[in-house]
């Protein structure tokens, strides 16, 4: 289902990063394409929606069959009260709300991206997969993981079918976030070479994201189902590094910022501790889950260069 059929598709995150290189792959199927977005996409009907302020419209569901839901809120900064109140506004009751509505106006299938922080920290020296549910971190991570349980719960009690994909690490055209700000500092000469801390991160291109999010949406054995996206390959953060320098046509430099130097920093604050760590530390996860229902990822970050990156 979904492969020349012709659908009433309702998205929500269409301008993010994800968003519209998945709005580009449904393009070319030709389905029907409306938005749920806080500005008006000119060239797609959009329904405008305040995610925090607004309810949805119900006009949003009319005679969808589809939903793939990306919105969300993923801010950085500390956790003050008004921070977490939108955490949980976005991540969890704006996503309820539209779930419930989808099920009253007869929506057969609903997909959620969420995120691996939804799933926790992975044991050290070892890659997770859908069933260890360590306590998330943070509360992206907590509100991922709460929408994630009521969305599963709605879809087992009203028959709609329910897929969420776990994202882990995005790279691609235009990336954004923390890949985007280092390769955007190598490109520009600030950004130091990383020490080999023999550390191991999962990731995965857009458009290979995109084609997981597809795949579970026309799969019947993925309803009510989480599934984690990787491209199958692991990467110490200074092979990232390196493949970003070659990315940029650059030369690798000869030497490396001492972990010492980290180390130190990472001890001045727990904020930068919690950057130092997401950039040096492990994030390793299994998607043979998703490779067992057809998922073979198709980008490698060995073979990008910087028109495809």
């Known amino acids: 289902m979904g492969r020349g059929v012709k659908l009433n598709i309702l998205l929500t995150g269409a301008t993010g990063f994800i968003g519209q290189r998945l709005l580009n792959f449904l393009e070319l199927s030709e389905h029907d394409i409306r938005l749920l977005s806080r500005k008006q996409q000119l060239q797609y009907e959009t329904i405008i929606c305040d995610f925090v302020q607004d309810p949805i419209p119900l006009s949003a569901l009319k005679s969808v069959d589809t939903v793939f839901h990306l919105a969300g809120f993923a801010h950085d900064l500390s956790d003050s009260s008004k921070i977490e109140s939108l955490y949980r506004l976005i991540n969890v009751d704006f996503t309820v709300q539209l779930a419930k509505l989808a099920v009253q106006s007869g929506v057969k299938r609903f997909v959620f991206v969420s995120s691996v922080k939804a799933g926790g920290i992975p044991t050290l020296g070892k890659c997770s997969n859908e069933s260890d549910q360590h306590e998330p971190e943070g509360m992206y991570g907590k509100t991922k993981r709460e929408a994630e349980k009521k969305l599963l719960k709605i879809g087992h009690q009203s028959g709609m079918h329910v897929s969420i994909v776990r ?13 985007g700000l280092m390769l955007s500092g190598i490109k520009r000469g ?89 950039l040096l530390g492990d994030e390793c996860y299994s998607s043979e889950k998703l490779q067992s229902i057809g998922f073979k990822a198709e980008r490698s970050l060995r073979d990008m260069n910087e028109t495809t990156f």
């Open 190 to 278: 600030w950004f130091p070479p990383l020490p080999a801390t023999g550390n191991r991160r999962s990731m995965i291109h857009v458009d290979d994201l995109v084609r997981a999010v597809l795949l579970v949406a026309w799969n019947d054995y993925a309803n009510g189902e989480i599934f984690i996206a990787t491209d199958g390959d692991l990467h110490s953060s200074q092979e990232i590094y390196g493949a970003m320098c070659n990315i940029l046509g650059k030369p690798i430099p000869r030497w490396r910022m001492p972990k010492f130097v980290f180390d130190i920093t990472a001890s001045l604050s727990s904020r930068l501790k919690y950057k130092i760590d997401k």
């Open 167 to 179: 994202s882990s690490l995005v790279y691609g055209p235009n990336v954004k976030g923390n890949l």
